[in-house]
């Protein structure tokens, strides 16, 4: 099983920056740069949306094109973390943010075999 942890989630003003990471663990047959990895976010009354995936060796697909000039995705295969680099962030970011994990990048949610668990992410004045 791998297991996925967000962190970095928090509140801040609009314009303001944050970087989310995405921790790997957990006793799998495969390596941390097998799994691509993505970022999706979901707010009230809404779907879980695909921002970006990465892959193992740091192919990006882009999802969402609203944030694809404010948001970055990268990798780091030493430390088995993934970051989501957002900046100028808006209020409509609000959201709980997630990474997830499957060999290949899809946008579809049910693609993904691990999810971690989410961090809140609100940007508010």
């Known amino acids: 099983q791998l297991q996925l942890v967000e962190s970095g989630g928090g509140s801040v003003q609009p314009g303001g920056s944050l970087r989310l990471s995405c921790l790997a663990s957990?006793?799998?047959?495969?390596?941390?740069?097998?799994?691509?990895i993505a970022w999706f976010r979901q707010t009230p009354g809404k779907g879980r949306e695909g921002l970006f995936c990465?892959?193992?060796?740091?192919?990006?697909?882009t999802y969402r094109n609203s944030v694809k000039d404010r948001f970055t995705i990268a990798r780091d295969n030493a430390k088995n973390t993934v970051f989501l680099e957002m900046s100028n962030l808006r209020p409509e970011d609000t959201a709980v943010y997630y990474c997830?994990?499957?060999?290949?990048?899809?946008?579809?949610?049910?693609?993904?075999?691990?999810w971690g668990q989410g961090t809140q992410v609100t940007v508010s004045s």
């Open positions: 997830a994990a499957h060999g290949l990048c899809d946008a579809k949610k049910e693609w993904y075999d691990y």
């Open positions: 957990g006793s799998t047959s495969e390596p941390f740069d097998y799994y691509s």
């Open positions: 990465i892959s193992g060796g740091g192919d990006i697909s």
